[in-house]
């Protein structure tokens, strides 16, 4: 494969439907292409992706969402440092002085279109929470049908190492579809996919990725670059991943692209959507879902739950580990350990063990009415693959 293009990319001929028919988008911006070496924001880049950005919002009925990265690294000039710290407190300070520079300078961008942007900083409990995310969801789409343009980041200033989406491509997918998006654009310091590392002679770009199949044999670890960012080329087709299996089209390229991305000509690489729209809360509980603990299953429970997508029944858990709320996402393992699905538990983990191996009408019969309940119901639950 290396040496040669799969399919033409970059020519600028034709255009791709997926992406000109959107009407509703969430575009994704990385730090390094918003700031300078040293950090500081980049006033010229960040003009760029608004006149590319406010081009398409010139086509009648576009919405779109900024996810944008860079708050660490724009509050690293002022505070004086160098490069990216590696220690928690120190990135939380450079967020907290760098998230109102970045959206200040949004918001005097996009003024020059008459353009009015709104600051949302989501942090993991507004995706795995069900009631967070009700809310993350009706607050963006008030903000979209008041024509306003959200700008979306982690709230890195309280975000913990332990409680972080990670990367703001998983987010950038995430968001997609809490908004509904018909487009998700990714864009970066790497105009496409390759089939090896872009920086070695006789690698080439990878036009479409219809499915699996097309990443076979391709190293993505190191296809990326670094700097202020967090995320690299595996982070940006793991995102896409995401999208795709959710019915959301992708676009990878480089921010250097980004007008021309938006208006659909064939530049960098287009993530074909793989499966259909999926129930919402399903998906924050496959993507984003940060477990509380953990359901030990029988193995004719793992049978009922994975292969029927039954609802699990106290009689098939053997055992509970950690301790959670009722309402919280917990991961249902196999005797061995191995995660086979995620749910929403219906009880807290302090009531389970006297529940455990006991058929519902039992513990109807000896606890009360209230008890002939599933742990984990079938609409509140999805199979790991």
Avoid: C
Avoid at 159 to 178: K, M, Q, S
């Amino acid at each position: 494969m290396s040496g040669q293009l799969r399919e033409t990319v970059g020519s600028g001929e034709g255009s791709r439907d997926e992406v000109t028919a959107a009407r509703r988008i969430v575009v994704k911006v990385g730090s390094s292409s918003l700031t300078t070496a040293v950090g500081g924001l980049s006033g010229e880049r960040v003009d760029a992706l608004v006149d590319a950005i406010a081009s398409r919002l010139g086509v009648p009925g576009t919405q779109l969402v900024l996810v944008s990265s860079g708050a660490i690294a724009a509050g690293l000039a002022p505070l004086g440092l160098r490069k990216r710290p590696k220690d928690l407190p120190t990135q939380q300070a450079a967020a907290s002085v760098g998230q109102g520079l970045l959206v200040g300078r949004y918001t005097a961008s996009f003024a020059r279109y008459g353009r009015t942007v709104g600051q949302v900083l989501l942090t993991v409990d507004d995706m795995t929470r069900r009631s967070h995310y009700q809310n993350a969801h009706q607050t963006m789409a008030r903000l979209l049908d008041m024509a306003v343009l959200p700008i979306v980041n982690e709230n890195d200033t309280v975000a913990t190492h332990e409680i972080r989406f990670g990367d703001n491509d998983r987010l950038a997918a995430l968001v997609a579809h809490l908004v509904h998006a018909d487009l998700l654009v990714l864009l970066s310091d790497v105009d496409a996919l390759y089939d090896g590392d872009p920086a070695k002679p006789g690698t080439s770009q990878v036009a479409d990725v219809r499915g699996p199949q097309d990443l076979a044999g391709i190293s993505i670890g190191g296809t990326g670059k670094a700097g202020v960012g967090t995320g690299g080329m595996a982070t940006k087709v793991e995102a896409a991943r995401i999208a795709t299996e959710a019915g959301i089209p992708v676009v990878l390229t480089s921010a250097a692209h980004a007008a021309r991305a938006l208006r659909g000509e064939v530049v960098g690489t287009l993530f074909h959507r793989t499966g259909s729209r999926t129930p919402t809360r399903l998906l924050w509980l496959a993507h984003a879902a940060d477990t509380r603990g953990a359901l030990r299953l029988d193995s004719g429970a793992v049978q009922a739950v994975v292969e029927r997508r039954l609802s699990l029944l106290p009689a098939g858990v053997t055992a509970v580990e950690g301790s959670f709320n009722a309402g919280d996402p917990v991961e249902l393992v196999d005797a061995a350990g191995v995660p086979v699905a995620r749910g929403l538990v219906n009880y807290d983990a302090s009531e389970l063990p006297e529940l455990l191996g006991r058929s519902t009408r039992e513990l109807a019969a000896a606890l009360g009415p209230q008890y002939e309940r599933e742990l984990v119901h079938r609409d509140d639950l999805v199979v790991l693959r």
